[in-house]
């Protein structure tokens, strides 16, 4: 890569972005691509995350416009197939097969180093193509330019899965992953402006590792984030409706909420005013 691509990709400036690539989950909506599958997109400022990019991650981010070579971080919660599937294919195309090495990835244990059920869905060649990798547990920091990030507890049918807290300047987002609910998320989740909970199905209908409606009335209430979104869902919730499911948690907890759609956009400046006066103020 030339010295002057290098140059404009290292002052690249995104403004503040979260796009939903991929909303899906589950045998049938990922398996006849209900809804994509290709993870979330943050843009901060001259910082670009890929969070949980599963099949299809590199044509949805084509199709969003997204420049996956302007990646700064992969942020990918597990090892199952919805999540990190396409880890290597980001990989490559952000980092042109390791010519120009770059980028960090943080990631649970089992996608890095592989379990006694997974083997690692990280190749060795793609390791060695960036320039940072990082095994976090829940409670463990790491941080990315002026961006703190922060594993969270979650309760999955992959025990190593974590969720992930980004602390920004300007606002705190909170990203469950796939989790029971448990009081304990609620601690993990105080605090946040944004809460972006995978809600894998409709009204109180147990799914083993995963969150209900209820579930997420349960955690808005508590944990009272400006902004609640909802997405990663299965078929059953697609025929429940999520723009109905995230009616009754509006209704429900008075917090905004939103069921995300594939390619949807939102500012989270807008949900981010109390996080940016609490910096300011430290500042001084």
């Known amino acids: 890569m030339g010295d002057e691509n290098k140059e404009k990709l290292a002052k690249a400036d995104f403004g503040h972005n979260i796009i939903f690539l991929g909303t899906g989950t589950g045998k049938f909506a990922r398996g006849k691509q209900l809804r994509a599958t290709g993870g979330i997109i943050l843009q901060i400022e001259d910082n670009q995350f890929h969070i949980d990019p599963g099949p299809g991650a590199i044509v949805r981010a084509a199709q969003n416009n997204i420049n996956t070579r302007a990646n700064t971080s992969l942020l990918i919660s597990h090892s199952h197939i919805t999540h990190c599937n396409d880890v290597n294919a980001v990989i490559d195309a952000m980092t042109y097969s390791g010519l120009d090495k770059h980028g960090v990835l943080i990631s649970n244990n089992s996608v890095i180093n592989g379990s006694e059920e997974h083997h690692p869905y990280l190749t060795k060649f793609h390791r060695n193509c960036l320039e940072k990798v ?23 049918t992959e025990p190593s899965t974590v969720g992930f807290r980004l602390a920004t300047p300007y606002f705190v987002l909170v990203y469950s992953s796939d989790t029971e609910y448990s009081p304990r998320l609620i601690e993990e989740y105080k605090g946040a402006n944004i809460l972006i909970l995978n809600v894998h199905s409709p009204n109180n209908e147990p799914v083993a590792g995963n969150l209900n409606t209820a579930d997420a009335i349960k955690i808005a209430e508590k944990v009272e984030p400006k902004l609640v979104i909802i997405q990663h869902f299965s078929k059953k919730m697609l025929e429940a409706d999520p723009i109905q499911e995230a009616r009754e948690i509006q209704k429900q907890t008075k917090c905004q909420a939103i069921a995300a759609k594939d390619g949807m956009i939102i500012n989270p400046l807008i949900y981010g005013s109390k996080a940016r006066q609490q910096t300011l103020t430290a500042n001084y």
Do not use: C, M, S, W
Request: glycine fraction near 4%; hydrophobic fraction near 45%; aromatic fraction near 4%.
């Open 134 to 156: 990082i095994v976090i547990e829940p409670g463990q920091r790491a941080a990315v330019n002026e961006i703190e990030i922060k594993a969270l507890y979650t309760k999955h």
